[in-house]
């Protein structure tokens, strides 16, 4: 978690919203991707810190299923992020703040645990949660000044 921290920090350059992930070999412990948020820094709606993670660790990885591996991440997944680490067979995703405003782990849905899809994810939350949800609260408040 502190690693995505440190992602997350990389955001406050480009104004995009601080979330920072990574992706972990779970057998080796070895940071397969990361990513933080670029929406603002790429004018890209999809460039979300989870999914960009996701991208590296599958290019690196050399295929798209990222079995044997977990997503951590500062704030829960939107539903296209949970979505994203359903499609990839990621096992665990191990989060920060939960986000009960669109959150889809958990919150306001639960993509990843949903018995009608295919794939289901293991969810740890609360890691290091205070520290994460800080710098958002931060983030946000010096944003709307």
Partial sequence: MRLALEEARGCLRTGDVPVGAVVVDDATGAVLGSGRNAREADADPTAHAEVLA????????????????????????????????VLARVDRLVLGAWDPAAGAAGSLRDVVRDRRLNHRVEVVGDVLAGECAQLLREFFTEHRR
Avoid: F, K
């Fill in 54 to 85: 996701l991208r590296a660790a599958g290019a690196g990885r050399g295929e798209w299923r990222l079995a044997g591996c977990s997503l951590v991440v500062t704030l829960e997944p939107c539903t296209m992020c949970a979505g994203a680490l």
